[in-house]
């Protein structure tokens, strides 16, 4: 919060100065929505999770799939619908309880339970089952190739600590819930919650038993991470020495962070696609040729001219480059035609247009509100009054996913990297393990059953052939308006060597420094 941040330039330089250099301050935009890791499937949680939680396998900082919890993985070759997973032995939690199978097999259930918003990247599990103590077995319903690719996110928790203080299921974000697990964690990764004051300051500190001690760097010993909503503010912060790195330097800065003798810009590509959703069932945008014209009213040229200041890269489909499933054609945005807009907007019967609430973040993508703005102006030029309602992402998201917006914006990594993980939770018909972030409306009983062929279709050809049939229904119905793939830009201080993560989840025992 910008009382903990508009601090003398005299004491800024101090605590510059005395930090030891093991000591990594950490800024981004938007906190972490709550410490329970299955109960939101957000990045800035999972990212805060990662340094606390492991997973079986994991994704490194070049995005590769590489050992975690798990040494080894394989479908049994006497029955493909088993993954058999061999764990590391010598694991302690940070109680230190030792990590076996049956942490495993309570985690993955606890994750298909209510109120996991993991549960999607699970559906096709039939049964979770202890072997020994550190070899589990996962039954898929069919033979699913890719189930190793949907657990890069699945968080390990100790069954013993989740007993005890009653966090045998998540906690409903969306409902107000809240456990203890809100608050408090017990993993097995590389730093230990010491303290956490939600959108304030958390820190943490080097885990002392760390299982990958010897594996990686691990040259920090303590992370303060703030987060700092004000693009203003945490720019500030990085170019005085307050902070040490911060994730999302807005675009309007870039220029004067790499001007900095003290800091360095790094910038890639992400894994993630900013888009608008709409209402398929009710109101104006329930009529298609209204989000026909919706779509051709926006002008994604400009928005990545004006307002991403060319750090953007448009499209046309609600799937980034790094996905299996994407092509240069469906990437190919719609031209920007307001003639062609306005004939559509008469031809639906709203040649007077229409008033309707745009439901925005703004502290969750990079420019999220102002992108809002600006389709706020376009949307003007076709006769529709479109009213802002920006608001932090633990507000928003709510909102969105809950069906309440006509209009909203989301954004979409694919922590996957396959197709299915849009299908699953952007397309099929919201189901009790389905669909959950699909409030548009939109159902297709032929589209649901694809989507679900996709988890056992071991013919990679067949499954890309279904995969290119679903992409070709969801542009025809739609329901989302994408607008670009985003592109991050990490500033840092000089002496940190640490690569940009695709999907945006700095891994700090990776971090080395000078």
């Known amino acids: 919060m910008i009382k903990h ?14 930090a030891s250099a093991e000591t990594v301050r950490w800024a981004r935009a938007g906190d972490s929505i709550t410490m329970d890791p299955h109960a939101q499937n957000e990045g800035p949680t999972h990212t805060l999770s990662h340094q ?42 940070h109680d230190g309880s030792d990590f076996t199978s049956e942490d495993v097999v309570f985690s993955l259930n606890r994750a298909m339970a209510d109120g996991s918003e993991m549960k999607e990247l699970l559906s096709s599990v039939k049964e979770v089952r202890a072997v020994d103590s550190h070899i589990v077995d996962v039954e898929t319903n069919g033979a699913n190739p890719l189930l190793i690719n949907n657990l890069t996110n699945m968080f390990m928790m100790d069954k013993g600590w989740s007993e005890d203080n009653k966090v045998t299921t998540p906690h409903d974000v ?11 964690t017990n993993g097995t990764g590389a730093f230990m919650l010491v303290s956490r004051a939600v959108d304030e300051k958390t820190i943490l500190k080097a885990n002392p038993n760390y299982w990958g001690k010897d594996i990686y760097p691990n040259q920090v010993t303590e992370i303060i991470y703030t987060p700092i909503q004000s693009s203003a503010t945490r720019v500030a912060a990085l170019l005085s020495g307050e902070v040490d790195i911060i994730q999302d330097v807005p675009v309007q800065d870039l220029g004067r962070v790499s001007a900095s003798a003290d800091l360095q810009l790094a910038t890639a590509a992400q894994n993630r696609v900013i888009f608008f959703g709409l209402d398929t069932v009710n109101g104006p945008t329930a009529n298609l040729k209204v989000r026909q014209a919706m779509n051709i009213a926006i002008n994604r040229d400009s928005i990545k001219k004006i307002v991403m200041r060319g750090q953007s890269d448009p499209t046309g489909v609600i799937m980034p480059p790094f996905v299996n499933g994407w092509t240069e054609a469906l990437n190919q945005h719609p ?39 600006a389709a706020v102006g376009m949307m003007a030029k076709i006769g529709i009054t479109v009213t802002l309602d920006a608001k932090p992402k633990a507000q928003h998201f709510p909102i969105a996913k809950g069906g309440e917006a006509d209009f909203y914006m989301l954004g979409w990594g694919v922590p996957t990297f396959d197709s299915h993980y849009i299908f699953n939770y952007l397309v099929h018909s919201q189901t009790n393990d389905r669909g959950s972030w699909n409030p548009t409306g939109y159902s297709n009983a032929d589209v649901d059953a694809m989507i679900v062929s996709l988890e056992s279709e071991t013919d990679l050809t067949k499954r890309d052939d279904t995969i290119a049939k679903i992409w070709a229904a969801v542009q025809v119905a739609q329901m989302y308006l994408p607008i670009h793939n985003q592109v991050l830009n990490w500033g840092m201080r000089k002496d940190i060597m640490f690569d940009v993560q695709p999907e945006d989840t700095p891994l700090f025992q990776f971090l080395t420094f000078k």
């Open 335 to 373: 031209q920007y035609d307001l003639n062609k807009a306005k004939a559509l907007m008469k031809d639906a019967g709203y040649s007077n247009g229409f008033d309707i609430v745009l439901n925005c973040p703004n502290d969750r993508y990079v420019n999220d509100e102002s992108i809002c703005q």
């Open 52 to 93: 606390i939680y492991d997973t079986l396998l994991h994704r490194d900082m070049a995005g590769a799939i590489i050992p975690s919890l798990a040494t080894e993985w394989a479908a049994l070759s006497d029955n493909p619908n088993v993954w058999r997973f061999t764990l590391r032995k010598g694991v302690v939690f």
């Open 5 to 18: 941040l508009l601090i003398s330039a005299a004491i800024v330089t101090a605590s510059f100065a005395t």
């Open 174 to 184: 969306a409902k107000g819930e809240t456990n203890f697990a809100t608050m408090n």
